[in-house]
């Protein structure tokens, strides 16, 4: 949310009287030049003209915000919108492109992994990866972006036509090798990357960046309460989010190690939410006998938000599988994130994030 400035226009200039003398013989002498009536004539003279148009200051309309409506980034606004499925196990670090990410989702897949699904408006990397497979639960998730780019590595041939349906531009290695290739400095499978700029150029109709129910603001509401970390624990995984009051940030562990990006150095989060979500059997799995939960994203549920080293209980809501997600405070408005990379862990409702 930003604030309007309005300029003041001043008040209309003030109106003077004329002190007009009349003599009483043709003898009386002439005023001084030094005496009153002469020292007010100037002031006289200034506050009778009246104000050039040039002088008043007239009201400004703010120019419309560009800014991204999934990271309140600087100029995101409308820009072709790309979401990458990225492993998430310790053998994918350290990951390439991920900072450039506006948002990233944590999502639970078989024997309690997680995966990543990261978006991508504002800034595209050079490079992404590695990336995985999709799941039936990204169907769901992606559809509030409209019709975006979704590129990833395979999936099960159950998934297939549903993929096929789904309100995406499959942009991903199974539709076609174009933008992607194979770090060999990697150990496969976890080599799978791509070139951002390239994929793009196979969903050249991407939906741009529109909202999504997130509200930006550089100022923290009212209501938060101190913290120090989160964790959302998986079955198979985890994900840790400690607050650096140095770089008023979070800083991210995955799997209880420091998430290392390629670019140098970790990763880092400016707004964490946590989701908690209903989960089921899809009804896939793999071929080893794991099977895949299903993350119910459209609906209502609680959660927590958190910024500027606070949290703040919250309700999400998502009514429609085409309109984004709020997130409200107990007094029904809205919980703004601040400017900046946003990481929302989808997290079973069953077992809530551990707070310090």
Sequence with gaps: MRTQRLAIVGAGPALCCALVLTGCSSSAPNPPASSSNSAASPTQSQSSQPSSPSDTPSPTTPAPSTDSPFSGRPGGLGKPVLIVKFDNTPNAQPHSGLTKADLVYIEEVEYGLTRLAAVFSTDLPSVIGPARSARISDIDLLAQFGKPAFGYSGSQHKLHPLLAKASIYDV???AGGKGWFRDHSRRAPYNFMGRPAVIMTRAPNASG?????????????????????????YPGSSAKFTWNTAHKNFDIRLNGKPARATEGGTQHATTVVIQYVKQYD???????????????????GKGLVLRDGLVYP????RPILTGGTTFTGADGTVVTF????VWVALLNKKTPAHVV
């Design 172 to 174: 991903s290695g199974d």
């Design 209 to 233: 960046a529109a909202d999504i129910g997130f509200q930006f603001s550089v100022d923290a509401p009212a209501g938060g309460s101190p913290v120090k970390s989160v964790t959302a624990t």
């Design 282 to 300: 899809s009804g896939f799995g793999d071929k080893f006998g794991g099977r895949t939960p299903m993350l119910v994203t459209v609906g209502t």
């Design 314 to 317: 919250v309700t999400w809501s």
């Design 338 to 341: 601040a400017p900046g990379q």
